[in-house]
Every structure is written in C-alpha cells, then in structure tokens.
C-alpha cells in the first residue's frame, strides 16, 4: 500500500488554529539587579479546531501566564504566537478587537468575571453587538435565546433577567461560557474554569464543553493541575513544571505510560479516574489548587533563581549529578509522545525498570 510509505504524521497533521512557538515570559520584579521570574520558557503548543489540549501542572508552574500569552494579554519576552499560521497582532484597537473575537478565555471564577451590577441579559448582549450582526431587537432576543439554550440553561427567561448572584456557581459558569461563545470564537482558553465549582457540577460542566467543541468545532486549552480530569475530557496532555512543558502527548499515553518522573509523581497523587474521584475534591486551599507547601513532594522552585539543569531535579526521586547541571533533552518517546528527561536516553537504576524507559532504550 503506497500510504504506508508516507510518513504517518505528514498526510494526517490537522492544521492548528492557534499556536504557541518557543514562547519565554519573564515577569521583571528587580529592575535594579535585573531580576525576573522565569515564568515560561521555550514553551510550543499547537491548538486544533474540535481538539482539547490539556495544561496540567501545580499552582505557580506558569499554566496562566501560557494562557494570557496565548490571549495576547501578556506580551512574550521572545518567541511567537500564530493565529492560523499568521503572527497574531493585538496593535491597536480593531486588531485586539479581532482577536478577541476569535480567541476568547474563561476564567476560574464567574463571580469575578462577571460584572455583580448588571442582569444576564446585557451581560451577553454587549457581545452579541459588538462582535455579532444584531440586526434589530427581536433579533437580538432570539440570539440570546440560542445563547442561553446552548449552555443549557432553559426555559431561557428565567435566566435572561437574573444577576450573577441569583444564580448558582455552576449556572454563573455557564453564562462566562455563553458569553465567551457569543462572539462564535475559534479558541477556548479555559483557565481552571472547574475548579471552584461544586464537586456535583464539575462533570456537568466538561460534558457540556467537551459538546460545545465537538458541535462547534471549537480549539479548546484545558488548564487544569488534576490531571486525572485532564485525562478524561483532553484529547492531549502538556505537563508543565516551573515554567517549561516537560512532557507532551496523546491523553492516554501521558497518563497510561507517563515518561517524566514529575508525572509520575502527579499521577501517583491522583486518585483513579476510573472510579471518578477526582471530582471529589482533594483540596483544602480556597483556589482548589494543591497545596504545594503540604503535598509529598517537596516545595515548588523559585523561579527568580531557576534550578540549574533540570529545573525539577531539586524534587525528581531519579535525579542524578548530571541532572545538576545539564539541560535536560527532549527525547521522543513515540511519534507524539515526548518528554524531556535524560533517565529516557541513559536509564539509571529506578529508571530502568519502568516500561516506558525500556520502550525508549529498544
Ligand atoms: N504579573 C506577574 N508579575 C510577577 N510574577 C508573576 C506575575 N504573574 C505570575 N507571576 C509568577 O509567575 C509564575 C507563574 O505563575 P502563573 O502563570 O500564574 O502559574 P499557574 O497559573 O500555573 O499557577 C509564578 O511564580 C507567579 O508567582
Ligand atoms: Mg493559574
């Protein structure tokens, strides 16, 4: 068969709506003694109409700042973001006006996203006009109709005139999302858009974006650090820690054959999916991350003095001397699986055993 002869990822590479190439943020926080925080480097991520990619790592790793760059509301210190294949502009204002239209974000919290003064009805209705073609009031009316079926929340009435705090947790999410929809974007940038809901609602609320991408074709970026959830509803996972993606594949392998002992880790703290209990709340903090400070694997780095090396060995079970001191390689594990670890290319002793490192070594 002449397909056989093609390179698997050529013929099939669907073409990415919006992409991250090799974007570093450094936040400045000492001007004087020139010191920033090494918030993303290097960071690559392709987004693909009908897809979700997930971002998962702890509190601090840089999940955020990655989605605000992707927004355009972070200006990258080096590297570029394309919106389909051409550098996205957000100079002046109909460029970022555009961009927004086609890129929009939600955010963890609808209570702070959504203006507490005004009714559902003129929170949606303000995109509709500026980015859609209202052409008159009944038009409008049946617009936001549509908008509020779309996210289920019907009879559409009974939610039109409501304030956000008439509303409950689940239902003011379901209204930041109709009104990142009422602009028919391209991408989804969901920013812990879970995290502060009701354990009950969580499953609820990924039925309905994992509905929305699918109908809609919509690019969708996950970011999440449960990665149990990331796995059940992602299409693909990026594992980020300290600032740098360490691992990046389809969501069943990252999480049925993980490479990257920070992974491992994360997974090991992770209840099985199978068995739903991720939804069941591991947290105690207020934002519903992890806390760092308690979890059992050591404290999350500074990132004003990154670790030398690789920036995970300070807390990596593996690490060895070399480690220390050298920029750990990014190996690929299989056509679309990677990882940045040297245990992949020099297994050590803990590492050998694992059967991913022996896929690699093969
Ligand atoms: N505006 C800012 N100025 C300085 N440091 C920042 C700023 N925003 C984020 N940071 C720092 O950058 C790092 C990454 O933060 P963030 O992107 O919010 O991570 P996450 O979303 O994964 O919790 C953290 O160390 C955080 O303290
Ligand atoms: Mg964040």
Redesign the pocket.
């Given at each position: 068969m002449n397909d056989e002869q093609a390179p698997a990822h050529t013929a099939a590479e669907p073409v990415p709506v919006l992409e991250a190439v090799d974007v570093t943020?450094r936040?400045?926080?000492h001007r004087a003694r020139g010191e920033?925080?090494?918030?993303?480097e290097n960071a690559s991520l392709r987004l693909i109409p009908g897809r979700t990619v997930a971002?998962v790592?702890?509190?601090?790793?840089?999940?955020?700042?990655?989605?605000?760059t992707l927004a355009l509301a972070?200006k990258p210190t080096s590297g570029s973001i394309l919106l389909n294949g051409k550098p996205a502009s957000a100079q002046g204002r109909r460029a970022r006006r555009d961009y927004a239209r086609r890129v929009q974000m939600v955010l963890q919290d609808p209570f702070a996203s959504l203006n507490p003064l005004h009714r559902v009805r003129y929170l949606l209705e303000r995109p509709l006009r500026l980015h859609g073609s209202v052409t008159g009031r009944e038009d409008l009316e049946q617009r936001l109709r549509a908008l509020l079926e779309r996210v289920r929340l019907t009879p559409p009435e009974r939610f039109l005139d409501a304030f956000p705090h008439e509303l409950s947790g689940g239902q003011r999410q379901r209204v930041a999302i109709a009104r990142a929809l009422a602009v028919q974007p391209e991408v989804l940038l969901g920013?812990?858009l879970v995290s502060m809901l009701d354990v009950s609602i969580r499953l609820e609320i990924l039925n309905l974006l994992a509905t929305l991408r699918d109908e809609e074709h919509l690019a969708m970026l996950y970011?999440t650090?449960d990665i149990a959830g990331a796995r059940y509803f992602a299409d693909e996972i990026a594992v980020?820690y300290a600032?740098e993606i360490v691992e990046y594949g389809s969501a069943e392998d990252v999480t049925q054959t993980p490479a990257h002992p920070y992974t491992r880790l994360l997974l090991d703290s992770t209840p099985d999916p199978d068995r739903m209990e991720f939804l069941a709340g591991r947290t105690n903090r207020e934002d519903g991350?992890p806390d760092a400070a308690t979890d059992d694997y050591g404290e999350?780095p500074?990132?004003?003095h990154p670790p030398s090396g690789c920036r995970f060995h300070p807390r990596c079970p593996l690490a060895r001397a070399a480690c220390r001191t050298e920029s750990p390689p990014h190996v690929q594990v299989t056509d679309r699986h990677w990882a940045r670890c040297v245990l992949l290319v020099e297994p050590g002793d803990g590492a050998s055993r694992d059967t991913t490192t022996a896929e690699v070594t093969q």
């Open positions: 943020v936040y400045p926080v920033s925080v090494h918030a993303l971002l790592g702890e509190s601090g790793s840089g999940k955020s700042t990655f989605a605000r972070q920013d812990e970011i650090h980020m600032g991350e999350p500074d990132l004003v």
